[in-house]
């Protein structure tokens, strides 16, 4: 564990230094863009995983990336069945550039701020260094190596493919694509199992009912964690997107199947998306 954090450390901060060395390639061929993302999805997703209950929610973030391959983000998102506001806030930097003509390479740290006791899975762990590599061929395949920490520590390595597929045009500007992809996921999964005992004299009745006065209940937490790096779960998407312009509308639809070593107890899991994008 400690071995991968130490190599996405050592990405991060040798990455400046790559994107510099290029940098004479980069500023004639990139540009400074600012991108805003908003999507409304009906179920939170964690690697193809849910918690207990459907968690809709709406999803907004601003983007900013300079020619030479560092970037800047923030923003956050909102649980429909949550009273609090905002359910969760982000903020994002790294680095992208090319290794080549039809290879790229990302690495990047993401801190997210949850709300108290926050239904979502990953709420535990609100720290995130990952690092992808891309590459185009007949489509494209990228491996994306995440370490997630906080209150406890897992890593998770995707193995995705995806292909755009040009469905047709509506004049110079309409354009209408099919993205549909796969992805693997492997990773460790440090879940708690919390068993709690009441130890309390009395006559027994606040094992149903809860007794008034100062008096807490006494408890001892027993913890099980769960350590071992294994498949998780096989996401398929198929994502329909049209272009108009700088902006651009997403409609998909993802159908995660679960391991029998995930945690989780039904085996798939369904997500609908609606997205709006734009780029300046």
């Given at each position: 564990m400690r071995n991968i954090l130490t190599v996405l450390v050592f990405l991060l901060i040798t990455a400046p230094l790559l994107v510099f060395g290029q940098s004479d390639t980069l500023s004639s061929e990139k540009k400074n863009t600012l991108t805003l993302s908003a999507v409304a999805s009906s179920n939170a997703n964690y690697y193809g995983q849910t918690g207990a209950e459907t968690l809709p929610f709406a999803y907004l973030d601003l983007k900013l990336r300079t020619s030479l391959g560092w970037y800047i983000s923030g923003g956050g998102y909102q649980l429909f069945k949550e009273n609090n506001f905002p359910s969760e806030l982000h903020l994002s930097?790294?680095?992208?550039?090319?290794?080549?003509?039809?290879?790229?390479?990302?690495?990047g740290y993401t801190r997210s701020f949850y709300s108290k006791a926050s239904p979502l899975l990953q709420a535990s762990n609100p720290n995130s260094l990952s690092s992808t590599i891309g590459i185009d061929h007949l489509f494209r395949t990228e491996l994306i190596a995440d370490y997630n920490f906080g209150q406890s520590e897992d890593v998770f390595i995707s193995f995705d493919n995806s292909k755009n597929i040009l469905l047709g045009q509506l004049g110079e500007k309409n354009t209408f694509y099919l993205k549909p992809?796969?992805?693997?996921?492997?990773?460790?999964?440090?879940?708690?199992?919390?068993?709690?005992?009441?130890?309390?004299?009395?006559?027994?009745?606040?094992?149903?009912?809860p007794i008034p006065?100062?008096?807490?209940?006494?408890?001892?937490?027993?913890?099980?964690?769960?350590?071992?790096?294994?498949?998780?779960?096989?996401?398929?998407?198929?994502?329909?997107?049209?272009?108009r312009g700088k902006g651009a509308v997403m409609l998909s639809y993802q159908l995660s199947v679960l391991s029998n070593k995930s945690a989780q107890s039904n085996r798939s899991n369904s997500f609908f998306s609606l997205g709006y994008f734009y780029q300046l």
């Open positions: 930097t790294g680095f992208e550039f090319d290794l080549g003509p039809k290879a790229d390479f990302e690495v992809g796969i992805s693997i996921v492997a990773g460790t999964q440090r879940f708690y199992n919390t068993y709690i005992e009441e130890q309390k004299q009395g006559l027994g009745l606040d094992k149903i009912l006065g100062n008096n807490q209940p006494q408890t001892t937490e027993k913890t099980t964690v769960s350590t071992d790096f294994s498949l998780l779960s096989y996401n398929f998407n198929i994502p329909f997107i049209y272009y």
